[in-house]
């Protein structure tokens, strides 16, 4: 089997060895230049999952965090979350069609968007979300739920640039296969050759792709892939790794592979 040695494309992290050490002693200074974090998830039966990644954006350096959450949730929302908007909520608790206009105002004043998820299934917010991600053309991250509510738009997810999602090795499976990928991905197969199927994809199509796989977190963009050792799949889970990866994004906006992978171990 082949080793990582063996791929000019493929690049090994671990917590000692920071494949972009520069980007973990560049971060900024002054909370101004800090950047801005945008935030959107939640619905009516929880947002467990956007409060956590307020905080942690905070916690990490972010110079300023803004969450838009459904309206239902208006009498919900904890006092440490102090800069919360609010946009409309269908039927079921989540964000309704009409809610697309928030979510484009929070963008235009965010340098990067968190999708974070706890977004529910209905079938108008999936359409809330697609139509901004088709208007707006700025870097978002999308990770837990919000995938498998965009699925039936993948085609247009992995041509749009500035995209990165953080997802499970099921959610990526499931992604080729929504766009006819000549590529099966299995949950038996080895690492050299998922890096290798996530290197072609990223050479055919401009969007991120940072994937937990056999105790390892695999970042792909333009073809080059990087895999950091991972023993905490819950952070993934809960949306903590997709929140600092947001943070590094935006500070190094012109570098997602390399912001990425950094959040991932300094």
């Known amino acids: 089997m082949m080793s990582g040695q063996d791929f000019d494309y493929w690049q090994r992290q671990s917590p000692t060895k920071l494949l972009f050490p520069d980007i973990a002693w560049s971060r900024p200074e002054q909370r101004s230049q800090a ?16 409060a956590d990644s307020y905080t942690v954006a905070l ?10 959450l459904p309206d239902a949730l208006r009498h919900t929302v904890p006092a440490k979350m102090t800069d919360v908007v609010f946009a409309p909520t269908n039927q079921s608790g989540s964000l309704s069609r009409d809610a697309t206009a928030s979510m484009l105002a929070l963008a235009s004043w965010s340098n990067i968007v968190l999708c974070v ?3 529910g299934r209905n079938s108008e917010t999936a359409i809330a979300y697609e139509t901004f991600f088709r208007e707006y053309t700025g870097p978002v991250i999308l990770t837990r739920d919000v995938i ?6 993948a085609e247009q997810m992995v041509n749009r640039p500035q995209t990165a ?13 929504m766009v006819y990928y000549p590529k099966i991905l299995t949950f038996s197969m080895h690492l050299a050759q998922f890096v290798e199927a996530l290197h072609k994809f990223t050479i ?3 969007i991120v792709l940072t994937v937990l796989h056999q105790n390892h977190v695999i970042t792909a963009h333009g073809g080059q892939v990087t895999s950091t ?36 171990a300094a």
């Open 204 to 206: 055919t199509y401009p």
């Open 229 to 264: 050792a991972w023993e905490t799949p819950m952070t993934i889970w809960r949306g903590t790794t997709a929140t600092r990866a947001s943070v590094y994004w935006a500070w190094n906006p012109s570098q997602p592979l390399a912001a990425i992978t950094t959040s991932l």
């Open 35 to 50: 950047g801005r974090l945008g935030i959107i998830g939640g619905n009516k039966l929880g947002f467990a999952a956007v």
């Open 165 to 177: 999602y953080i997802a499970s090795f099921a959610q990526i499976q499931k992604l080729f296969q």
């Open 117 to 119: 998820g706890d977004a």
């Open 59 to 68: 916690e990490t350096g972010i110079g300023y965090a803004r969450v838009l």
């Open 148 to 153: 498998d509510l965009v699925k039936n738009s």
